[in-house]
Every structure is written in structure tokens, then in C-alpha cells.
């Protein structure tokens, strides 16, 4: 199985935050990186290129779900803590099988949750880069500055679009 981009819901705020900002720049023609609510995105996204390994790059790692099931074992543990070995061993054995199909049956529902949001973001991606690109064609005549600030989204759009199709297909 490939390795996702975007594991959980938190780490598709920063693509909602690109999709917000090239939104904004689309209405606003004078805005430039500077007036942006991402400019460090903005400007990596101008010095790395297209080339970059992903959205990612920009952006710190999240931690992994695997840590909820080792942290409910060890609540269990701790719950029924004292218990001699073999009492242990049958009140510790269902116990822990209903906690693992609890955290199976939340891992399946968030990771459908985590599909749709990442298509939904995908097509809007999608719109704002189009946007983008009309907009860079009407704005021959523009600034270094706002030139500079829609390539940048231009850029950044294109890695953020990649990374959701490795995710979604």
C-alpha cells in the first residue's frame, strides 16, 4: 500500500488554506504574498518549483493513528491492572478484542470521512488552478509582486493537486 500524503483531517487544513487563499486572489488584484494569510508556503512554493517531493515539504509530520491502539491497551491494562495472571488472561483477551474492532470500526469511518474530503478539496483544487491560470493570462500587465504571488499559488496548487490524486486513486 503507497504511503498517503495526507493522513487525517488536521493535515488538510493547510490545503483548505491554499484553496481560501487562491480564492482570495482571484477577487483581489492587488494582493500579493505579502497581504497572503501563507507566505511561507507561498515563497517555498517559488523557490522549490513544481519539483517539489510534495505538499508535504512545507509542512511538519503528523503522528500515526497505530498510537491509539497501544494507548487503549495500555488503558485496559491500567483499568484492570492487579489481576492475577490468569485472571488476567480472560478478562484481558475480550476485553481487548471489543476495544480493537472499536478502533477498526472508527479507523474505516474516518478513513471514508478522509476519502470524501480529499475529493471534495481535489475538485476544488482543481477549479482554483484553472482560476489561477486565467487569471495569470489576464494579468500580462501585473506587478513582479502579484505576478510572483500567482505563480506561487500556481505552483503550489499543482503539488497540492498531485499529491490528492496519489491519495484518491
Known amino acids: 500500500m503507497a504511503k498517503k500524503n495526507f493522513r487525517n483531517r488536521e493535515s488538510l487544513k493547510d490545503i483548505e488554506k491554499v484553496i481560501d487563499e487562491a480564492s482570495i486572489a ?30 508535504h515539504a512545507f509542512l511538519p509530520r503528523w ?3 497505530g498510537r491509539w491502539i497501544r494507548t487503549a491497551f495500555l488503558a485496559v491494562v491500567a483499568i484492570i491492572g492487579g489481576i492475577t495472571l490468569k ?3 480472560l478478562i484481558i483477551i475480550p476485553v481487548t478484542i471489543i476495544i480493537a474492532l472499536i478502533i477498526v470500526i472508527i479507523i474505516i ?13 481535489l475538485t476544488l483544487a482543481v477549479e482554483k488552478l484553472h482560476a489561477i491560470v486565467e487569471q495569470l493570462k489576464q494579468e500580462v500587465t501585473a506587478t513582479k509582486e502579484r505576478a510572483d ?3 506561487s499559488l500556481n505552483i503550489t496548487l499543482k503539488v497540492v493537486i498531485r499529491d490528492l490524486q496519489a491519495d484518491v486513486t
Open 109 to 121: 469511518t474516518k478513513k471514508s470521512k478522509l476519502r470524501k474530503e480529499k475529493t471534495r478539496l
Open 149 to 151: 504571488y500567482l505563480n
Open 26 to 55: 482571484i477577487k483581489d488584484e492587488k494582493r500579493t504574498i505579502k497581504q497572503s494569510a501563507i507566505p511561507k508556503i507561498l515563497k517555498g512554493a517559488l523557490v522549490m518549483g513544481v519539483g517539489a517531493v510534495s505538499f
Open 63 to 65: 503522528k500515526d493513528i
Open 87 to 89: 485472571g488476567f488472561l
